[in-house]
């Protein structure tokens, strides 16, 4: 079971592609991470895989679903996309923001069940935020209204999670909190695809890592074997060393 990308090509209206004839699998039970330059094509692949973008050419399928030629709403049951900095809707509490993933599961009517329920709650319970259930996500910390919206993901109860950037505009401490939590889906048996810029976080949390250059994918696995000074050279223009983590071991790139 795997989401499978093949020949992918995709862009935004009649500009030139941003990612070209991408092939990819996303492996069950792992957390990958897509790492790579500004403009390089990290965020339009996972748009295109969670189908917000329609590629020009190529097939898309999660296990034995065609994500391009069903329905948005059977996609969603499959894969839930967090994009970056998510607009926060006016006056809704944390466990209504929550309850929003259970939407592609219930009808027009939009009544909840009680499974509904029992998923919400666990959302809020796995992302710590039980004593701020009532409290306006307007209102809440960057770090907490990101958990907020991570719990919204959980609760849509997908096997694959989607995420953009989940750590932009956080301080570190909310950055490792959010990391975390990444793992925490991991645990729970989500299937995790996630845009960072960061390399050192990205090999510290990621199983795999996809580095991506100028629309196509250069180097992709464990992350000791991806991250080496000739490949930060080719892909970031920058001279480095590259040394294990005193305390993860896994790669951490220094300027020379």
Known sequence: MSILV????????????????????????????????????KSTLLKTIG???????????????DVLRNHPKRVARTIAYLPQSPAVPTAITVEQLVGYGRAPHQSLLGLRSPKDIELVDQAIAATGLAELRFKPVAELSGGQRQRAFIAMALAQDTPYVMLDEPTTFLDIKHQVETLDLVRHLHGAGRTSIVVLHDIAQAARYGDRLVVMHEGRIVAEGKPADVVTPELI????????????????????VTPR
């Open 233 to 252: 050279r080719n892909v970031y223009g920058l001279d480095c060393e590259v040394y294990a983590d005193p305390v993860s071991g896994t790669p951490v």
């Open 6 to 41: 093949k020949g992918v090509t995709a862009g935004y209206g009649r500009d030139r592609a941003i990612v070209e004839n991408i092939d990819l699998t996303i492996a069950t039970g792992e957390v990958t991470i897509l790492i790579g330059p500004n403009g390089c094509g």
């Open 51 to 65: 189908r917000l973008l329609k590629p020009r050419t190529g097939t898309i399928h999660a296990d034995d679903l």
